[in-house]
């Protein structure tokens, strides 16, 4: 017998089934997987490189916190290629989490502020609201699909598999010849050192050190 919570994720994943068809669903997580490339993956890379290169310490700081949150969308695409239901619950916690690795930090937010205008700070601030957005109405969006992660059997329908289209397509590109269980393996051999580093460094370092102390 399902939990009472699960009702209202399984109302949510009809009234979504009534709304869209499976092109229209299907057009829709595609786009959503182009749009976490360039604002998760590319504009990122080139915003650490550029920072590199101009020796901002305090973008680079910010972006390599951020590299180490959103490591979590990496391993949930692990998880996403043999199917297994957890992914979608590290998939919405990774949308959380992104935004808040953005804006936590008091002293850095204070030394990127104080830094005089230019193409880079512009370039960062753009970035920094528009994956804010974009996480955010992701997270919400995401909400309804967590019923693929705790509905028995509903990781097998259309509604679910769709999710899992991309991540396929990923392994055929990079890991073509290695089975979906060894890479699901490592994926969630990753999510455990993923939530033992964050709960350390929520309860112990954050606990003790704050929003404004961060390791060098």
């Known amino acids: ?32 997987y182009k749009l976490a490339v360039i604002f998760t993956v590319l504009v990122p890379i080139v915003l650490l490189i550029w920072s590199a290169v101009k020796q901002s310490e305090a973008i680079v700081r910010l972006l390599i916190i951020y590299w ?19 992914s979608f619950i590290s998939g919405l916690c990774a949308r959380i989490l992104i935004p808040i690795s953005l804006w936590f930090w008091v002293d850095l937010n204070e030394e990127i502020r104080d830094r005089p ?7 960062l601030t753009s970035w920094r609201w528009a994956v804010t957005i974009y996480s955010t109405l992701g997270a919400i ?3 309804p699909f967590l019923s693929c992660a705790f509905s028995p ?27 979906p269980g060894v890479l699901g393996f490592f994926g969630m051999t990753a999510l ?4 033992l ?11 003790k050190q704050g929003r404004s102390a961060l390791e060098q």
Not at 16 to 31: N, Q
Not at 197 to 207: D, E, M, T
């Open 1 to 32: 017998m399902e939990a009472n919570w699960l009702l209202p994720l399984m109302w949510a994943d009809y009234k979504l089934a009534v709304v869209l068809d499976d092109s229209l669903l299907k057009s829709l997580v595609w786009t959503d």
């Open 68 to 86: 180490r949150v959103a490591s979590l969308l990496m391993i949930t695409v692990y998880l996403m290629i043999p199917g297994w239901p957890i």
């Open 117 to 123: 205008d230019s193409p880079l700070k512009l370039t």
């Open 141 to 143: 969006v995401s909400i």
């Open 153 to 179: 059997g509903q990781i097998e329908t259309n509604f679910c598999q769709v999710w899992l289209e991309a991540p396929w397509g990923y392994k055929e590109i990079f890991h073509p010849n290695t089975s």
């Open 192 to 195: 455990i050192i993923y939530t």
């Open 197 to 207: 580093y964050l709960a350390y460094f929520i309860f112990v370092r954050l606990g």
